[in-house]
């Protein structure tokens, strides 16, 4: 199967600060990326995607930076909030199913 | 409109038994997943169907079967639980590439 890694398990910041996640994939063939969000006793929430033809990609307080090169994908979170405390998943696309990651969990400190 | 819902939420089974866990959607996708979440690890397909009428395997399939009843529906069937089926099952539905997540249902095999 496909090998997608987290470099940190753990990420605790102070609020208000931005977060990073980082995020490996081992498929060069992955045309399609995505960031999902799980709380506590919940399913996975769909966050941002890109595609692979793309290096950046913005949404509301969230940025997607995509490295082919490295293939290293980053979730930036700005001005992070209690709310954002959950566990980041990043899933790549290599083919007809996505491969996700084992997860980052964060936690944000008020 | 209540997305994607699953049930039921707990179960716990001894070695040998078998039951159908339930997944229905009401978003209209064509596509509908079931996935194994376990701890350390990341969200592993179990069975996927691309439309109705048509399921296929996903990465660790053995152990389990499915049926896709209707558009709505998609259930998970284990036939003889094991100890190693303990997880926490996801059902997800999905237009386009991106799926949405149901609540989980966590099962226990002793």
């Known amino acids: 199967g496909e090998s997608v890694g987290l470099h940190l398990p753990t990420l605790s910041v102070q609020e208000g600060d931005n977060s990073i996640i980082n995020c490996a994939y081992s498929n060069s063939a992955s045309d399609y990326f995505i960031w999902y969000k799980q ?48 566990v980041y998943f990043c899933a790549e696309n290599p083919g007809n199913q996505f491969y996700f990651g084992t997860g980052t969990s964060l936690t944000v400190i008020p | 409109n209540a997305g994607v819902t699953q049930t039921p939420k707990f179960q716990v089974l001894k070695t040998g038994q078998s039951m159908t866990l339930q997944c229905a959607q009401d978003m209209n996708h064509n596509s509908m997943y079931w996935y194994r979440q ?27 079967n499915v049926s896709r009843l209707n558009k709505r529906e998609f259930s998970l069937r284990l036939e003889s639980a094991a100890p190693s089926q303990t997880s926490v099952y996801f059902c997800a539905s999905s237009l386009t590439v991106i799926q949405f997540f149901g609540p989980g249902t966590r099962l226990t095999v002793l």
């Open chain 2, 38 to 64: 376990d701890p350390g690890m990341g969200l592993r397909l179990i069975y996927y169907s691309a439309s109705e009428g048509t399921t296929d395997k996903g990465e660790v399939p053995n152990g389990y």
């Open chain 1, 39 to 86: 709380e506590s006793g919940k399913g996975p929430q769909f966050i941002i995607d890109i595609r692979s033809n793309m290096d950046k990609r913005q949404g509301q307080r969230v940025t997607v930076l995509l490295n082919k090169t490295v293939k290293h994908l980053s979730l930036q979170i700005a001005a992070t909030q209690p709310g954002d405390s959950a």
